[in-house]
T-cell receptor, first 114, second 110 residues
């Protein structure tokens, strides 16, 4: 089945130790998103790619970086995680087109920074 | 920048009662989408509204998009325990970025 896959599902890292989260999709969607969702809050958009065009949100910390080597994969790199970065990280994809596009979310990676 | 406000934050109803959540944007939206997130799960797409004044129905769920394309609502008739979860609206401006409302957490008492 076509889907959005995120690995790992759970990640524990130490304060300041770099971590990479991955997302892959079999939907062949041209837009990929990374969201951060803290407990009982709404998903907060960090950045998105339209094909290879990277779009960073103004309030996304420099500590967060992303790579999209090809259509199927997208990575979220947190260079020096802080305790406040503990959250669920959601990847989503959509197909850009006239009238808008629904987003398909992956199951998320729950990151804990200790 | 574009902001999407959503109320109420929480709603607790008795099974069989109706439920409504409202979203309001500070700017005109290209479209608005609604998602449902079950506890411990990820957001799941429900519907997208594009046209001014659009109304769509999915069984007991009714979605509306305002004439000015700045507000939207989701109404559930005769709630069931399976409706439990957090309902988010997400508005799209000119680009491909989506802004989520804060969400309304619905609990249903059997």
């Amino acid at each position: 089945d076509a889907m959005v896959i995120q690995n790992p599902r759970y990640q524990v890292t130490q304060f300041g130790k770099p971590v990479t989260l991955s997302c892959s999709q079999t939907l062949n969607h041209n837009v990929m998103y990374w969201y951060q969702q803290k407990s009982s809050q709404a998903p907060k958009l960090l950045f998105h790619y339209y094909d290879k065009d990277f779009n960073n949100e103004a309030d996304t910390p420099d500590n967060f970086q992303s790579r999209r080597p090809n259509t199927s994969f997208c990575f979220l790199d947190i260079r020096s995680p802080g305790l406040g970065d503990t959250a669920m990280y959601l990847c989503a994809t959509s197909r850009a087109g006239q009238g808008g596009h629904e987003q398909y979310f992956g199951p998320g990676t729950r990151l804990t920074v200790t | 920048g574009q902001q999407v406000m959503q109320i109420p934050q929480y709603q607790h109803v008795q099974e069989g009662e109706d439920f409504t959540t409202y979203c309001n944007s500070s700017t005109t939206l290209s479209n608005i989408q609604w998602y449902k997130q079950r506890p411990g799960g990820h957001p799941v797409f429900l519907i997208q509204l594009v046209k001014s004044g659009e109304v769509k129905k999915q069984k007991r769920l009714t979605f509306q998009f305002g004439e000015a394309k700045k507000n939207s609502s989701l109404h559930i008739t005769a709630t069931q325990t399976t409706d439990v979860g957090t309902y988010f609206c997400a508005g799209r401006g000119l680009g491909y970025d989506m802004r989520f409302g804060a969400g309304t957490r619905l609990t249903v008492k059997p």
